[in-house]
């Protein structure tokens, strides 16, 4: 396509397929229901959930090749995103996908330098992204504040077991890849790659005359961050109550990072101070809306630039291939034996 295609194109509605499962697409579809952005074709979904009067694709390589889209939004099984990724990459469609990258650290690896290579957008869906700003703030309230022990909570109902959220071999892991992604990320942003881990994972829930899930319904992690300061993490599927939280916490106090809010509490149980965080349906209409922007910029003749998220989320599948690998062996793990394996920079 020639600049002056893509200039031309830039002020029409992109063109926009979406592969996605049934239980993210009714969000997605709302989101992505806009002017500036026309979905011309769909798939990943069962041809019953999928969305009405727009051509539904079998073959999701098809829908790539052959629908003549500007972008692709991916909100599948990690498994299916990584090569629904290869696909749009290498035929230069600009790309939104979620989280996590993938089950392995090296081929997380592998999809940064395919996209790092590619003239295209290519974006990752980030919960920190839209919360960064309100954790430093929080982290701001008190002079001098330092974290002297972290603990992470995540209870949350379990998927089906037809779910690939529930398949080994589908998913970048069980509780903590899917409903403690988005607190790990703030983890790694707050406190920096994890110095080593000792972690158990494992199935103690099962719906009644089902077999248990192939992922983790339980996970206990301890872990020492750059700085020596020790953290716990204890995740959970079916198991009440249902809330996810991660606390900072210091000497006078500490920093609350919850699904609704950003709180500052002094060592006496006060509340110093608290901000609303943005809903998850508002953060994923801020992220169409800044890959659109980009997507435009760059079909106006500048370059695409990359995710500056991207170091985050490979931190985030080296962590969590650390805490399955301790979890196997039986010892501790370091994730930065992996960057060093795979020739990778550390993140800053």
């Known amino acids: 396509m020639t600049t002056r295609d893509n200039r031309a194109r830039s002020d029409k509605p992109l063109r926009i397929g979406l592969i996605a499962d049934g239980e993210q697409l009714p969000g997605l579809a709302t989101a992505l229901r806009r002017p500036s952005l026309n979905v011309v074709a769909q798939g990943g979904m069962?041809?019953?959930?999928?969305?009405?009067?727009?051509?539904?694709?079998?073959?999701?390589?098809?829908?790539?090749?052959?629908?003549?889209?500007?972008?692709?939004?991916l909100a599948a099984s990690t498994r299916g995103n990584r090569e629904m990724t290869r696909h749009a990459l290498a035929r230069g469609v600009h790309l939104l996908r979620t989280a996590p990258l993938a089950r392995s650290f090296a081929l997380a690896i592998e999809e940064a330098g395919l996209a790092k290579a590619s003239s295209a957008v290519y974006r990752v869906q980030s919960h920190w992204r839209h919360i960064a700003d309100d954790v430093r703030w929080a982290l701001g309230l008190t002079p001098g504040f330092r974290p002297q022990y972290c603990e992470m909570r995540v209870?949350?109902?379990?998927?089906?077991l037809q779910s690939w959220r529930s398949s080994e071999s589908d998913?970048?892991?069980?509780?903590?890849?899917?409903?403690?992604?988005?607190?790990?990320?703030?983890?790694?942003?707050?406190?920096?790659?994890?110095?080593?881990v000792i972690a158990?994972?494992?199935?103690?829930?099962?719906?009644?005359?089902?077999?248990?899930?192939?992922?983790?319904d339980i996970a206990l992690v301890m872990m020492r961050d750059p700085d020596g300061v020790p953290g716990l993490i204890r995740a959970m599927w079916d198991i009440e109550p249902y809330e996810s939280e991660l606390a900072l916490h210091g000497v006078e106090a500490s920093v609350i990072i919850s699904a609704s809010a950003v709180r500052v509490r002094l060592a006496?149980?006060?509340?110093?101070?608290?901000?609303?965080?943005?809903?998850?349906?508002?953060?994923?209409?801020?992220?169409?809306?800044q890959f659109e922007a980009a997507v435009r910029r760059q079909l106006g003749g500048e370059?695409?630039?990359?995710?500056?998220?991207?170091?985050?989320?490979?931190?985030?599948?080296?962590?969590?291939?650390t805490i399955y690998l301790s979890a196997r062996t039986n010892q501790p793990e370091s994730p930065k034996k992996l960057y060093e394996v795979q020739g990778w920079p550390l993140p800053e």
């Open 268 to 289: 006496d149980q006060t509340q110093l101070d608290a901000r609303p965080t943005a809903s998850p349906e508002d953060c994923l209409r801020a992220e169409i809306t």
């Open 303 to 321: 370059p695409a630039g990359g995710d500056p998220q991207l170091p985050l989320h490979l931190a985030g599948s080296a962590l969590l291939e």
């Open 46 to 73: 069962r041809q019953s959930d999928a969305l009405p009067e727009i051509p539904w694709h079998d073959d999701i390589r098809v829908l790539v090749a052959q629908a003549e889209i500007d972008a692709l939004v």
């Open 171 to 196: 998913s970048a892991g069980g509780v903590l890849a899917v409903d403690g992604y988005g607190l790990l990320e703030a983890w790694l942003a707050t406190r920096g790659l994890t110095e080593n």
């Open 200 to 216: 158990r994972v494992g199935s103690c829930r099962r719906r009644v005359a089902e077999p248990a899930r192939e992922t983790e």
């Open 155 to 160: 209870a949350a109902p379990g998927p089906a």
